[in-house]
């Protein structure tokens, strides 16, 4: 590892937990958004895996408010809803356990996300010749749980790193397809993950990039089910030594397959696209043998298709003993 190695364990854990944790229901695929929001799958030292073996927590928060066209159809829970807003807050809680391991170029991790989730949506709903307006909203509920069995880490050297891992987002949350909001996507979701990280001038400048499919299964109480979304998010950074660090972020996020079921195929598959840029801030600090991260982004979607358009937000941190 670099000459930070400390402050890089607590930020090594708010990036891993990044890949599995923010994913509020609503790409497009079924609700607008997915499990992925455009730049919030890597965060810093995505591509390393901690070297010291233990137990690690995160806490995350992300707030996203969007918007979906008016004049086009969202389908959301079994119904083709006309333009919606929405707004998401998710918070959660992240245990990460790096396993013991021999001196190597490898080493293994295992993290369990559990997810709380808030929403509130409003959208024109059909109801036989009339449109409605219907808002719905959930406060607090168990979201759907996010675990990666294995976390594979491969150190190059001390500056180049990648980790690779297969995350399993399940449904957790409660799901009424009579209702709008629904803190769960109903489906299972695999998403093997790809996340490299760079370091430069002693490790004070970072690059890192994770690159991930989510494979979603069938809503069987809709019969929807969401096509394979890729995702791919880059951030540079600069850190100094009183702890602070700023940098920049920016995602694409890019349906490769159709949904399908008898909505999707009225939608024409319902494809979506969507890019993002932000910034970055974050601060590091040590404590005899406790290290703390924390790190805030912002960012901006553009050229987005067939989804929900906004300016996430997000904010996370991370203790290691």
Excluded at 222 to 240: L, N
Excluded at 265 to 271: A, K, M, P, S
Aim: charge should be negative; avoid cysteine.
């Amino acid at each position: 590892m670099s000459t930070r190695t400390s402050p890089v364990v607590a930020g090594v854990l708010a990036g891993l937990v990044s890949l599995l944790a923010f994913s509020p229901d609503a790409a497009a695929v079924e609700g607008g958004l997915g499990r992925a929001i455009t730049g919030l799958q890597v965060t810093d030292y995505a591509g390393v895996v901690p070297p010291t073996p233990g137990l690690n927590l995160a806490l995350g928060y992300v707030h996203y408010s969007g918007k979906f066209d008016a004049d086009r159809e969202l389908p959301i829970s079994g119904v083709a809803a006309l333009g919606m807003d929405a707004t998401f807050d998710l918070y959660s809680l992240s245990g990460l356990y790096v396993w013991p391991a021999k001196t190597g170029r490898w080493n293994f991790a295992s993290l369990v996300t559990v997810p709380f989730a808030s929403v509130d949506l409003s959208a024109d709903v059909s109801a036989g010749p009339f449109n409605r307006r219907v808002s719905d909203s959930f406060k607090g509920d168990l979201y759907d749980i996010s675990f990666s069995p294995v976390i594979a880490g491969y150190h190059f050297d001390e500056t180049h790193h990648l980790a690779l891992s297969v995350s399993i987002s399940a449904p957790a949350g409660s799901y009424d397809p009579d209702r709008l909001a629904n803190p769960s996507l109903n489906a299972w979701i695999y998403t093997p993950t790809v996340a490299y990280t760079q370091l430069a001038s002693h490790g004070t400048v970072e690059w890192s990039t994770a690159a991930g499919v989510d494979f979603s299964t069938r809503n069987d109480a809709t019969d929807y089910r969401s096509g394979a979304v890729f995702h791919i998010d880059s951030q540079v950074m600069k850190r100094w030594e009183n702890g602070w660090g700023l940098g920049g972020v920016g995602g694409w996020l890019q349906q490769v397959g159709d949904d399908s079921g008898a909505l999707a195929d009225r939608l024409d598959g319902f494809r979506g696209h969507a890019l993002a840029a932000g910034a970055i801030i974050s601060y590091e600090h040590k404590h005899e043998d406790m290290s703390l991260s924390l790190s805030l982004r912002w960012l901006h979607e553009f050229d987005v298709r067939r989804r929900l358009e906004g300016d996430p937000l997000m904010l996370s941190g991370s203790l290691s003993f």
